[in-house]
Nanobody
């Protein structure tokens, strides 16, 4: 069993900043890619940012230059630093991790989601 625990969401004014964290725990051998997705009301879930185990990153065009993804491999934790937030960033943010378990199988795991609300 593997669990992803997210934290750091909340309400912020436009132009403000938030930092999301997601810690993985359980039967983990290693973690490959980790990422953040978001889903706004009435919209499909979309990739916000992803990071490989080696530190390679990928961002949605809408957040480039404003959001930064990073990870601490020793803590099995991924972060999302969000700056210059806009009302259109309002969504539930989900953490995702491609985990190789101690039984050497790779599975995709999701966090429970954390609400980010940006007021205008």
């Amino acid at each position: 069993q593997v669990q992803l625990a997210e934290s750091g969401g909340g309400l912020v004014q436009a132009g403000g900043s938030l930092r999301l964290s997601c810690a993985a725990s359980g039967s983990i051998f290693s973690i490959n890619a980790m990422g953040w997705y978001r889903q706004a009301p009435g919209k499909q879930r979309e990739l916000v940012a992803a990071i490989t185990s080696g530190g390679g990153t990928n961002y949605a065009d809408s957040v480039k230059g404003r959001f930064t993804i990073s990870r601490d491999n020793a803590r099995n934790t991924v972060y999302l630093e969000m700056n210059s937030l806009k009302p259109e960033d309002t969504a539930v943010y989900y953490c995702n991790a491609a985990v190789v378990t101690t039984r050497q199988y790779e599975y995709d795991y999701w966090g429970q989601g954390t609400q980010v609300t940006v007021s205008s």
